[in-house]
């Protein structure tokens, strides 16, 4: 909380419930606060990693839809134990924390190989689009699949992950067939989203960010930590299927095919709370919040 | 560097030069190498803050032609040291970092006040602006004017500096006449761009996010540092003017207005580094890098 009114300032704001500008909706807190337990979806251990840190646990919610070869391989490394003791190798300002092997301790496990490139995706009938109708500098439409901020393209009938703050991708070298899983990395930045379609994106931090986003930057180039620096160790990854019931972190995602996500949009596109003055009238793909809470416990 | 070629990955190749995927301009490591004396200009040391940190100088570029009064005000704060010994209070993950004195240990110095909003300020036609025709999500024109980016409205005669990374702004209760710049905070996140126009931006940090992006996140409310948490010190704030020109940080920014800047622009709308397979096409406003660099010795 604010110490005192002078700090009730900025953001501030944006989280507290005061007298529309407009009058016409709800804030997010109120959005969020009149939600039904049908608004929100549980995760699937199947498709959830723990990154397990010093600083505590990571969780990656997985996107199979869209990476269903590299999404297999990182579960297949993740039983295989391949994460366990690497290490977070790069934090570069303002763009990607990345982990993995660099040094080629650990062979990958049998069966784990580079995969075909999984950049975009056919759009098919079946997959769910909420479309944002606010443009994108990047893509013809932009919305929301699953969960997931998506990008997409009719004329070339592609449907892909778009590289927001929180995205997970996988590192891969010149030839577009190089990608294996085994090295991962997160966006930490303003959205980098001339990655897009030049990458595997296979997913999306839903809790634990700042344990990635708070990490020293790496003195060498491009982030790397030099060798006068420590890289920070990865205790372990796990899926949450791995993990016994009372230990997971027990999340849900908002729906964001649901009303309730729309209002939620719109509670940010044009903000009611008092202190903004001039409203936004419009709000970037990256600018979403794709809400995240604690399940509640069964009763 | 890249410890070995498989971590010759995504954003690393953003920074070598390879064959291109077009062929047509040049990465922008050949930009920044092929430019001339004249495409750089110094920072004016009457118009450089340097905020000094346990980890290091953070080095912000004040805008007096977007807000004067709130930029003269913080010089004046800065000259009258109320900033020294004053603390980061709140760093909210994907936002903001933001410094003041919350408990009001101390006074405002004589003749510093709040003041009257200056969150745009008239299209003039002096106004240096060299637009980036790539479009934007929130106005309907974006571009640069002496080294901020900036957006505007012809149908207001409207310009305003815009929250991307890097920028500072001034703290403000909820009426708009209560920001005084004895707070200010530091966009460290994807830009928050409703914030345009409902408060004073100020400048830029041209030198040392890092020092900032990294700090741990605040436990309490909107990043705030919880009362078993350490705010972070701020040893000192000064003016350039103020340092012995050997204590300088002499840097010059790219001319937003040179044709330099325009193939820079160019070199990250479509990188031409044999990673990327997939042309953006478009950039998008805070995407742009806006180069600094180490002014070179007097001859």
Known sequence: MPRNGKFFTLAALAFLTLPA???????MPD?????????????DPNNTLYVELAGGRV????????????????????????????????????????WGDPDNRRALPAGIGKLAPEFDTPTVRKMPFTRLPDGDVYAPE??????????????????????????????????VQSGSGAELYVVIGHAPRHLDRNVALVGRVVQ?????????????????????????????????????????????????????????IESRRNRPEEFFKVPAGHIELCNVPIAVREASKAP
Chains 1, 2 share one sequence.
Not at 35 to 42: G, K, L, N, T
Not at 238 to 254: C, D, F, K, T, Y
């Open 59 to 98: 969780v990656i919610e997985l996107a199979p839809g869209f990476a269903p070869l590299h999404v297999a391989n990182i579960k297949a490394l993740t039983r295989a134990r391949y994460f366990d003791a690497l290490s977070i190798v790069r934090v570069q300002d303002n763009y990607v924390v990345q």
């Open 208 to 264: 634990g960010m700042e344990l990635l986003s708070a990490l020293p930057r790496g003195g060498a180039a491009m982030g790397f930590y030099a060798q006068s620096e420590t890289p920070i160790p990865i205790k372990s990854v796990r899926l949450a299927a791995e993990v016994a019931a009372a230990q997971r972190s027990n999340l849900e995602v908002i729906r964001t095919d649901s009303a309730t996500f729309a209002a939620l």
């Open 21 to 27: 500008w407009s009058g016409t909706h709800p804030s």
């Open 31 to 43: 959005v969020l606060a009149a939600s039904a337990p049908a608004d929100w979806r549980p995760l």
């Open 142 to 175: 932009v919305g929301f699949s699953d969960g997931f901020p998506v990008a997409r393209s009719p004329a070339l009938h592609r449907t892909w992950l778009a590289h927001c703050y929180g995205m997970v991708g996988v590192g891969r070298d010149l030839d």
